[in-house]
């Protein structure tokens, strides 16, 4: 039977509820070395409560990054926007930006200069996908954007897979979400061989160990989104094994894939893979879910799918924006995301 994960764990070589179970025992270990009192066996809703109670990491002590309401913002400054349900907001992913600067070593240029940039052009929040192998943002960039978010007043969204296993440099995903507390995590089935996401959850397995994870990082503060598939064998699939099982293990909102949507866009003919994705969107929001996207959107065919796909509370872009800013600029590129998302209202 599929697990959760789908095809990454067969492709790593998981034995699905397995390989799970070593990481959430690793991230139990990584709580138990901050809180021996505690290293003993327990139940799901137990271990919850012992992650809830790791402390957050000391330039976070202040408080947690959570966008408070305010003026809507648009151009310099240091106003946070609002969060406003009508609109789609704008997550910048400067992940590219960390894998520049670590072509080369040292600390140029700056992640979190990066997403300061991103923040005084407008941007809604920033978003890392801190990976085991520290490929691009690692452990440290997490904290310092954690700090960044939470003194600016804006969200970071942290993506990653809870059952990859930690190692040296890398906490696991769970206590990374522990330590900085972020206002969404996104979790993602990705293996460590992947150069880049390219599936969504499985729902057809057996979905306890999600659900344990959904709620640990719930009792951490985060809103939970789910990335999943959003093609025309997910839209077939009935509700029982489909995109309405995301609520049934207590997750938030889902995040659409869209990398077969920008193929086909870029192919010259998107309107079967927006029909998918508007299916996949439509039946979420019925069963109480809200909806993100991202994975290869640009400035070229961002507005089409707003406009065809109802109801998107946030869009996480970060490849083509960072690579649309080496010509025009990443403030300037920020600005044109927004007024396309205006454009779509």
């Known amino acids: 039977m599929p697990t959760p994960l789908g095809h990454a764990s067969e492709r ?35 271990h919850c409560a012992r992650f809830a109670r790791m402390p957050l990491h000391p330039r976070l002590a202040g408080g947690l990054a959570i966008a408070p309401a305010s003026a809507k913002h648009r151009g310099g400054g240091a106003t946070a926007p609002a969060f406003d ?20 070593g040292g600390r140029e240029p700056d992640v979190v200069q990066a997403a300061r940039t991103c923040l005084d052009a407008g941007a809604f929040g ?47 995903f769970i206590a990374l979400c522990g330590a900085v507390r972020p206002a969404q995590a996104t979790l993602v089935p990705d293996g460590d061989a992947q ?5 969504g959850f499985d729902f057809r397995g057996d979905l306890a160990p999600l659900r344990d994870v959904v709620a640990t990082l719930k009792s951490f503060g985060c809103r939970v989104s789910l990335f999943v598939d959003a093609d025309d064998l997910a839209a077939g699939r009935s509700a029982a094994s489909g995109v309405e099982r995301a609520k049934d293990v207590g997750a938030d909102r889902i995040e659409l894939y869209t990398g077969p949507y920008a193929e086909a866009f870029a192919a010259g003919d998107a309107t079967r893979a927006l029909a998918s994705a508007r299916t996949i969107a439509l039946r ?33 872009i970060g490849h083509a924006l960072i690579g649309e800013a080496l010509y025009h600029g990443l403030a300037p590129t920020v600005a044109n995301y927004l007024r396309l998302i205006d454009s779509v209202r």
């Not at 150069?195 to 599936?199: A, G, I, L, M």
């Open 12 to 46: 790593n070589g998981a034995a699905g509820l397995d390989a799970r179970s070593v990481a959430l025992q690793a991230a139990r270990r990584t709580s138990q070395t901050r809180h021996p009192e505690s290293a003993r066996p327990m139940g799901a809703r137990r």
């Open 85 to 104: 349900p009508r609109m789609t907001h704008l997550s910048v992913n400067v992940n590219k930006v960390a894998v520049l600067r670590n072509s080369r």
């Open 126 to 172: 920033i978003t890392v996908h801190p990976r085991p192998d520290a490929r691009h943002v690692t452990r440290d960039d997490v904290y310092a954007l954690a700090e960044l978010t939470r003194t600016r007043g804006v969200e970071l969204n942290l993506e990653g897979n809870p059952f990859a296993p930690p190692r040296p440099g890398y906490p696991g």
């Open 195 to 199: 150069v880049t996401s390219d599936h």
């Open 284 to 316: 979420a929001q019925a069963a109480g879910l809200g909806v993100n996207a991202g994975h290869d959107l640009s400035q070229a065919n961002l507005a089409q799918f707003l406009a065809d796909v109802p109801g998107v509370l946030e869009v996480s």
